[in-house]
């Protein structure tokens, strides 16, 4: 049924947005005179890499600068890759990775490739499922790129603020996913574009009713500032970017 879901949603989607895409696709083009897309090379389902498509936000070779986390004032992203981003247009275009199967519309956000080669064992379990373009930490941590400004090594900040709690909340997925799970959740994805107080309520009482524990709730609350914490499976806040290879807990 999911696959089923997940085909007729992502045709409707690609089919009905297909004009605003053709307009930003044009806009992209006149910026630079490049492709307006980007070809995204991320792990998949079993650890298989695929190539996920997206509207390019930022300039051509943007993935040379060793730097795989956006922040908000990054100089990479261009005038109208704000916009994109903004909108999210750059996960939409994705609609086209759920439809070809590699990706769902529901499921954890898929990595690149590096990040992945830092999983402790407990987050390999993410390769599980197929990914998908949202999830649980993708409302949560929808401000993502707010979170990352004004860091001098934004990958090191994502380690230590986000990827802790993202994995948790890709595990509880994990563990408690089914139809009725994923169409909650895709109702507040897009309850989040219009009021993120609300959508945070949601995600919380949603956790809460599917027995995530108090302190993954309250994190998804965001209420507070995010503390650093070691990942799943880790005993220890990331520190460098080198693989982990502690044994997991």
């Known amino acids: 049924m999911k696959r089923g879901l997940d085909f007729v949603f992502s045709a409707t989607g690609l089919l009905l947005l297909s004009p605003v895409f053709a307009v930003v696709c044009l806009l992209v083009w006149a910026q630079d005179k490049h492709s307006p897309f980007y070809i995204a090379p991320r792990v998949g389902q079993s650890g ?3 190539q996920m498509i997206k509207l390019r936000s930022m300039v051509v ?3 040379r600068s060793g730097v795989d986390s956006t922040a908000t ?7 109208i890759g704000r916009i994109i981003r903004k909108l999210k247009l750059d996960e939409l275009s994705q609609l086209w990775n759920v439809l070809i199967g590699d990706m769902s519309l529901v499921g ?6 590096s990040d992945v080669h830092l999983y402790t064992e407990a987050e390999r379990q993410l390769l599980e499922v197929r990914p998908g373009i949202t999830d649980f930490a993708s ?3 929808a401000d993502e790129g707010t979170i990352l400004e004004g860091a001098s090594d934004p990958d090191l ?3 230590q603020l986000i990827r802790p709690w993202k994995s948790r909340l890709g595990l509880h997925y994990f ?3 089914n139809t009725l799970l994923d169409l909650r959740l895709i109702v507040i994805t897009l309850v989040n574009a219009v009021s993120r107080r609300r959508a945070l309520q949601a995600i919380a009482a949603l956790l809460d009713e599917t027995g995530a524990d108090g302190v993954l709730v309250a994190v998804a609350r965001r209420r507070d500032p995010l503390e650093a914490a070691p990942p799943p499976g880790a005993t220890e806040v990331v520190r460098s970017r080198v693989p982990n290879t502690a044994p997991s807990s």
């Open 48 to 50: 298989k890499l695929f």
């Open 61 to 63: 070779h943007a993935d």
């Open 73 to 79: 004032d990054d100089s990479r992203v261009t005038r």
């Open 108 to 113: 954890p956000r898929p990595q690149v490739e």
């Open 139 to 141: 409302v949560v941590f």
């Open 157 to 159: 900040r994502y380690n």
């Open 175 to 177: 563990s408690c996913r």
